[in-house]
């Protein structure tokens, strides 16, 4: 089956502007997580949505970071105002969470954002 | 405070030998303890877990990890590498249910494996 999905794959904007990556997640996954790789550190956790309880935000480095989760599927990160210091590539995984659950996440391909 | 380690940033083997790449920990309690793959311009991919039970866990692509709760430390291992086995490697630690949703990675292990 399809596995997780995002876009765009690379996106390069220049400093200031609104940013949104999209991540569609395995049908039937009931968490996503986003975190972001910056280069030469491991992943950084950012969000995690589990169904429709409130997400667990604490990982949103600013307040210029935000992500929803519609209908508990597709997910949208979008930065706002970005810095250079954005620049990293941002994964999406998501989990299949049910009780006795062993938290085995299944990770997208990334956005790599560059600021300029 | 949570946190995973590996020392090595890079590891270098020879084809056919054993390889080992080592992973730390620092969590309250009894964790979930994880291995990805990351090859180029590819998601990170799922190698193996250990949860409970038996502290040698076997995954897949003949990769296998051993939990030492006494040293906190899950390395990841193979009898013998391969080329293809040449990728980045992290560690990730998620503390027992209940107690947060954050996964903890490593910084990532190059592993290079020398024809």
């Known amino acids: 089956g399809a596995g997780v999905s995002q876009s765009p794959s690379n996106k390069v904007t220049e400093k200031g502007k609104d940013v949104e990556l999209r991540c569609d997640p395995i049908s039937g996954h009931t968490a996503l997580y986003w975190y972001r790789q910056s280069l030469g550190q491991g992943l950084e956790f950012l969000i995690y949505f589990q169904g429709n309880s409130a997400p667990d935000k604490s990982g949103l480095p600013s307040d210029r970071f935000s992500a929803e989760r519609t209908g508990g599927s597709v997910s949208t990160l979008t930065i706002q105002r970005t810095q250079q210091e954005d620049s990293a590539v941002y994964l999406c995984?998501?989990?299949?969470?049910?009780?006795?659950?062993?938290?085995?996440?299944?990770f997208g391909p990334g956005t790599r954002l560059t600021v300029t | 405070a949570q946190s995973v380690a590996q020392p090595e940033d890079q590891v270098n083997v020879a084809e056919g030998n054993p390889l080992t790449v080592k992973c730390t920990y620092s969590?309250?309690?009894?964790?979930?303890l994880f291995w990805y793959v990351q090859y180029p311009n590819r998601g990170l991919q799922f190698l193996l877990k250990y949860i409970t039970g038996d502290n040698l866990v076997k995954g897949s692509y003949g990769f296998e990890a051993e939990f030492n709760k006494s040293q906190t430390s899950f390395h990841l291992k193979k009898p013998s590498a391969l080329v293809s086995d040449s990728a980045l490697y992290f560690c990730a630690v998620r503390p027992p249910r209940g107690t947060g949703n954050q996964f903890y990675f490593g910084t990532g292990t190059s592993l290079t494996v020398i024809p």
């Open positions: 995984a998501s989990s299949l969470a049910q009780s006795g659950d062993t938290y085995e996440q299944y």
């Open positions: 969590v309250s309690g009894n964790p979930y």
